[in-house]
């Protein structure tokens, strides 16, 4: 057990190093626009409607998704300086692969879960910068944990989605990935519980994923800001980088990780396919749909991390485990 925490917190000490320093840049990222939008949040009390940095059209309507972190960024900013968002950043990811660490680690196997980890840590490389997406990354794997321990036994803790989804709303567009979590999480339950539809466990999902998917309504946009994601991407006259999908990023996108996400998919899908029979519906959803998000724009590239880290350690764990009770059957035979 100590000799298992011990190498938890040399890798936390690797992982928090591979974080920080960042150094933050002001030029290519949208930090500044975030700090001056959290300002005038903070000053008029209210969120912009209208896009106010554009110079040739300041009326254009705008649909602010994560003015929340904007508001945190400013704030944080103005206490700790740059150097605290470089901290808050450190924190946010620290905290997020730690509880699919956490989880992983302790449900199946902790060496395996290192394994993945320095795998997937490669992935999101790229995406280290202090952004709003951090926030959505922590919900995320807030999302799944507790739905995978609801999976396993009941817990109230089912319930804390529900204002967590509506926190996640006005925090960062990549809220609707709470909702689809639900969702998938509902449609493993449909088909493990065979026809137990009434089952209290059940019937507080359903009534969870409903209330959920009720609570984005409540930002400063409504139902546009709601429905937003279905059509941000029209928003562009011209292509965004970050938006571009991962098979136009092999022509135009030469960075190290496009690589390790080919070799993190192709980790992961083997590995399920081999321990197939001991995984279960929720593994190949979860594993499908961020795949799928992966795919379709390299922006996505940390959602995948964060969204199939547990299928890929627990499909892993049972190679390694078998490997390791096959070696040990060989020795004993020989010996």
Sequence with gaps: ?????????????????????????????????????????????NVPTVNLLSYTYPDYPFINTHWFSQVIFYV??????????????????????????????????????????????????????????????????????????????????????????????????????????????????LISKRGKYNSKSFLTLFSVTIASGLVILWNPHFIKGALYPLFVL?????????????????????????????IAVGILWISLLISKKRMTPIDFLLSAFFTFMGFFAIRNFPLFVFGTFIPAVKAGSYIINSIGIELYSRDCQLG
């Excluded at 150097?83 to 924190?91: T, Y």
């Design 234 to 262: 029209n928003e562009y006259a011209v292509p965004v980088r970050e938006n571009i999908s991962f098979f136009s990023a092999l022509n135009s996108y030469n960075k190290p990780s496009t690589i390790f996400f080919q």
């Design 76 to 189: 944080w900013h103005s206490t700790f300086g740059f150097d605290g968002l470089i901290f808050l950043s450190v924190l946010l990811a620290t905290a997020t692969l730690s509880l699919v660490f956490i989880y992983s680690s302790r449900k199946f196997d902790i060496f395996t879960a290192i394994l993945i980890a320095l795998i997937y840590l490669q992935v999101i490389s790229g995406r280290t910068q202090v952004r709003p997406e951090l926030f959505s990354f922590l919900f995320l794997a807030i999302f799944i944990v507790i739905l995978y321990k609801y999976r396993e036994k009941y817990t109230k803790w089912i319930f804390a989605l529900i204002p967590l989804s509506l926190l996640w709303v006005n925090t960062h567009i990549y809220f609707f990935n709470g909702i689809v979590v639900l969702a998938l999480f509902l449609i493993d339950a």
């Design 1 to 45: 057990m100590f000799y298992g925490i011990g190498i938890f917190f040399v890798f936390l000490v690797l992982f928090i190093s591979f974080f920080y320093p960042i150094p933050l840049d002001i030029l290519n990222s949208d930090i500044g626009r975030h700090l001056l939008l959290g300002k005038i949040i903070v000053s008029t009390g």
